[in-house]
């Protein structure tokens, strides 16, 4: 079953490779969406894919990349849009 999320997670998550490192996990995991910094500081993130998939992908993102250090993320359900892949968006 398909399923889609907007996340958005805060914390030490700029300049850690947290964008490029969620672009392998979901190539990985066969989930589609984008990824971007936005200017307050966090990351933004629509995850869309098989139930399971993007719900690792979410529990990945709780936690991040190794440099990186995650104080709160909020997940929103939403739409899936049919995105054909994964990239890093703006």
């Known amino acids: 079953m398909a399923k889609a999320v907007r996340v958005r997670i ?9 964008r490029a ?3 392998r996990m979901a190539s990985d995991n066969g989930v589609r969406g984008w ?11 629509f995850l ?3 139930e399971r998939k993007v719900q ?24 899936p849009r049919n995105h054909r892949d994964f990239r890093i968006h703006g």
């Open 10 to 18: 805060w914390g030490l998550v700029h300049g850690v490779s947290f």
């Open 35 to 45: 990824v971007r910094n936005l200017p307050d500081g966090s990351v933004e993130a």
């Open 56 to 79: 690792k992908m979410v529990e990945w993102a709780r936690v991040g990349p190794a440099r990186a250090r995650v104080d709160r993320i909020e997940v929103e359900a939403t739409s």
């Open 48 to 50: 869309e894919g098989d």
């Open 21 to 23: 490192s969620m672009v």
